[in-house]
């Protein structure tokens, strides 16, 4: 290739670069020239197209970034006899511009959270300055220490990023070039037959869950069983070894759709606030999971887990947001919310009206007291917000006997709950949206570990008075409502379901950016 001397078709091929990053601004002199030595590029020049080039390892696109365009240009500029000043500054401002851009997307995310229903407004202490991380990293000549320490410094961060390397190196694998053959039945139980079972042992090796040298039995059973039992463990699914449809589904997603679905939760990392000081509650909501953890010296220690019950996927989707623990009540009365009342309540009491008592219902007026009597009046008036109805504490009380108040707008809490058999479901979504937790106690137990006079003996007797209390907490606890469908448990990565279709919100509000 012939490099002009004059350098015209490198500063053509810089302001075509500059051009692509869509105005992000020009850096200053003394920034644009630590990317030269001599009038060519230098080892940081080197290193900034390298990192934009492996953006893709943080689930991010290398074309966001220009980095095709920028590898070029840095490779034309280090082949001629070096560059005069105005091209140096183009292609200076054009890295400055692109390494900046790599930065916030890799600190803050490229999607804001409200776009994608996450209601997270979060200081993040001092405002996140690319510009002047990448002047200290220049100056420090420490550019790719400064690209790891923008994402989010968080052990899961760092394994999602392995997995995702592992299952793009997987790709569209052969294994999924033909569908699973269809079952005989339902679905197929150990010790049955199927011609699928090739298939099915292939792809259960491709993916680490049976080893590679298990030769294919004429039946499913033995490590072909243990091997589809770890595979329903990894994707939330119930693990009786049995491949019925949702197993199945399960199967057919291929490992380039595991390989984005790890991407979309690489994202959310980047602007779901997990570390918002240093005792922290997190319910991840496609896990059906709560978390209690501490955070000491950047150590995430897990102190609590714990199954949790969330709202309907279809019509009550418990919100994403994060709020501050503050009150604690002992036998709560549950006040009916008016949609509920409205929509199922008042209507299984026009019809029986024995519930009511049986229930230990009872209607409450706008000051306070408590409304004699039960009818159609009450009812009525229920209707028209004049009264509302409550549930006294008990044991046929809709929150249990114990209830955590983290005030916010949609009047979401955490709760007990008289009918604990719903834990036992793999799919936890039954609630109108509040939250129901497994271990009660254990939870009280951590919130109040700080608060003297507390310990577990004087929370269950709490509990057990059937007399309401509120108690105020010394030190309030973030609560976070997060929303991940992939973890890393044992090194081995986890799928989840997308219970409310916020992965395919985030993935259509990513594909719409790039189209803009």
Not at 288 to 298: N, Q, S
Not at 360 to 374: I, K, L, Q
Request: with cysteine; hydrophobic share 45%; aromatic share 6%.
């Amino acid at each position: 290739m012939n490099i002009l001397p004059t350098g015209r078709r490198l500063v053509f091929v810089l302001c075509i670069a500059v051009a692509g990053l869509g105005g992000a601004g020009t850096a200053d002199a003394v920034m644009a020239s630590a990317w030269f030595d001599g009038g060519r590029p230098g080892a940081q020049a080197q290193q900034a197209v390298a990192l934009l080039a492996d953006a893709a390892s943080d689930g991010l696109e290398p074309q966001d970034y220009d980095a095709a365009a920028l590898q070029r240009a840095v490779a034309l500029a280090a082949q001629g006899p070096g560059l005069d000043a105005a091209a140096q500054s183009g292609l200076g401002d054009a890295l400055s511009a692109a390494m900046q851009r790599f930065l916030a997307d890799l600190h803050d995310g490229r999607i804001a959270p409200r776009q994608v229903h996450a209601r997270f407004d979060v200081p993040r202490g001092a405002a996140f300055d690319p510009a002047a991380v990448l002047g200290a990293a220049l100056a420090g000549q420490r550019l790719p220490q400064a690209v790891r320490e923008a994402a989010p410094r968080l052990p899961l961060y760092e394994q999602l990023r392995q997995a995702l390397a592992q299952y793009r190196a997987l790709g569209e694998h052969p294994a999924w070039a033909q569908k699973l053959p269809p079952l005989r039945g339902r679905k197929l139980e150990p010790l049955q037959a199927w011609d699928g079972l090739p298939l099915l042992a292939g792809r259960l090796q491709v993916l680490g869950d049976l080893p590679a040298d298990v030769p294919v039995p004429v039946r499913h059973e033995g490590a072909l069983v243990a091997a589809v039992q770890a595979f329903q463990r990894r994707h939330g699914l119930g693990d009786d070894g049995v491949v019925g449809r949702a197993t199945l589904a399960a199967l057919a997603v291929t490992p380039a759709q595991r390989a984005r679905q790890i991407a979309l939760t690489l994202e959310r990392l980047r602007w779901t606030p997990l570390q918002l000081g240093p005792r922290m509650i997190v319910v991840n909501v496609p896990e059906f999971v709560l978390r209690a953890y501490e955070t000491r010296d950047d150590r995430i220690d897990v102190r609590l887990e714990m199954k949790v019950i969330v709202g309907k996927a279809l019509d009550t989707p418990t919100p994403l947001f994060t709020e501050e623990m503050r009150f604690i009540e002992f036998s709560p009365y549950w006040n009916v919310p008016r949609s509920i009342a409205g929509a199922e309540l008042v209507p299984r009491l026009q019809s029986e009206p024995a519930y009511f008592t049986r229930q230990g219902f009872e209607f409450v007026g706008r000051d306070g007291r408590v409304s004699a009597g039960f009818g159609d009046e009450q009812l009525d008036a229920v209707l028209r917000g004049e009264l509302r109805i409550r549930q006294r504490p008990g044991p046929n009380n809709a929150l249990g006997d114990i209830k955590f108040v983290f005030p916010n707008n949609d009047a979401i809490y955490l709760h007990h709950t008289p009918s604990p058999g719903l834990f036992e479901r793999d799919r936890r979504d039954f609630s109108h949206g509040c939250i129901r937790v497994q271990e009660p106690v254990a939870l009280a137990k951590f919130v109040l570990q700080d608060q003297p006079g507390w310990d577990e003996a004087r929370i269950v007797e709490a509990m057990a008075r059937g007399q309401s209390r509120t108690l105020r907490l010394d030190r309030p606890v973030p609560v976070l409502i997060a929303y991940g469908t992939v973890l890393v448990r044992q090194g081995r990565p986890h799928f989840l379901a997308d219970v409310y279709g916020n992965d395919q919100l985030l993935d259509e509000a990513l594909r719409k950016r790039r189209r803009r």
